[in-house]
């Protein structure tokens, strides 16, 4: 069972988003992917404005499994202004009413999944997605948000340091390694056939890397990894060179971008949701240690290649600043305090 997010978490998002809820006043959201890590910032932030606000509103939230989603979050589940919805994101059941918001974020980010099921990953990316369009188009639905990836840019040229919604790169689409890319790119164009034949506005966030509580610390996420090895007094362990370089954004930012581009976001302009401040793999090892505990021992597996510019997967955020004003709030350093704090208390 995961705790609830910190009080401090809850009331920074509804302080920076406060003036953006009157249109949901009295309204319904509908969210799918709601058990994940977006999915839990989500909810748990919008059950938290909703009380302050008495807004009044409701989340029906899709679900595979509502028992485990009850018993992962009871506190959500429990709260009389969620609905849980059984379905799979590709051929759920439509709920009756009208949904002014809908939020699709039903994509596990999986490195299993797509290593292992890559036509599984592949299909519930497409089905769910035109699924989630389909059921918009049909409920009244004036703001859809995708949340999308910054991995549909394809890999990151080595002179590009921070990467912008205009690079025009794209995945290998005959690499199985860009299943999810690929799907993505097209979960995308999904939108912009739908805004036009319907007339929904669709807002593209492009999403990166983040840390924060419900952050796995067992997956293929470096961050949630190193936190995890600390946390079990292990050394630890990066299992490449550590030249990557990678930023992360923490959850309660993450909501707050999120919120702020589903009601705000020019539709169809895609926006980068993630940090600009970026650091080698071996920097955030050590950063880790250096905060959680500084007796950790940083193990490093290969050996920098002679010559070889470091991989980059770092987004430019300047065009969240200038179109909506978001900035990064919490530092990757309380980032990590936070996340670490979180998991021990579980």
């Keep these: 069972m995961a705790r609830p ?11 920076a988003t406060e003036t953006l809820w009157e249109p949901v006043r009295g309204q319904r959201i509908f969210i799918t992917g709601g058990t994940g890590f977006f999915g839990c910032w989500l909810m748990e932030s919008f059950c938290h404005i909703n009380r302050e606000l008495r807004l009044n509103a409701a989340a029906t939230v899709l679900t595979r499994n509502p028992a485990n989603f009850a018993a992962k979050a009871p506190h959500l589940a429990a709260d009389p202004h969620v609905q ?3 379905g799979d994101a590709r051929d759920f059941k439509f709920p009756d009413g009208v949904f002014p918001f809908v939020i699709h974020a039903a994509t596990e980010a999986s490195a299993r999944q797509a290593a292992e099921e890559p036509l599984e990953m592949l299909s519930t990316i497409l089905a769910g997605t035109q699924r989630a369009l389909e059921f918009a188009a049909t409920h009244g639905t004036v703001r859809f948000l995708l949340t ?5 840019y394809g890999r990151q040229p080595s002179e590009i340091t921070h990467l912008p919604e205009s ?8 690499d199985p390694n860009s299943v999810y890319a690929e799907g993505k790119r097209a979960a995308e164009l999904m939108c912009s056939l739908y805004q036009k034949k319907m007339g929904i506005e669709c807002a593209i966030a492009r999403c990166w890397a983040f840390c924060g509580p419900h952050l796995p610390l067992d ?6 990894n190193f936190i995890g090895n600390v946390l079990r007094r292990e050394p630890i362990s990066i299992q490449g060179d550590g030249t990557p370089r990678r930023s ?19 539709s169809l302009t895609p926006i980068n949701v993630g940090s600009g401040e970026d650091l080698s793999i071996l ?4 950063k880790v240690a250096q905060i959680l505990d500084t007796d950790a021992i940083v193990q490093v597996a290969g050996t920098p290649p002679p010559g070889i510019a470091p991989s980059r997967y770092v987004p430019s955020v300047s065009r969240a600043q200038q179109l909506l004003g978001l900035q990064q709030t919490v530092s990757l350093e309380e980032s990590i305090r936070r996340t670490a704090a979180w998991h021990r208390q579980q």
């Design 283 to 286: 920097e955030l090892a050590q």
């Design 148 to 152: 999308s990836s910054g991995a549909v």
């Design 5 to 15: 997010l910190p009080s401090t978490d809850l009331d920074l998002i509804l302080r």
């Design 167 to 174: 690079y025009a790169g794209a995945p290998d689409p005959l």
């Design 248 to 266: 992360y954004l923490y959850g309660a930012d993450l909501a707050i971008w999120l919120w702020t581009m589903l009601f705000r976001a020019p």
């Design 84 to 86: 849980l919805l059984t």
């Design 219 to 224: 997956a293929h996420f470096a961050i949630g």
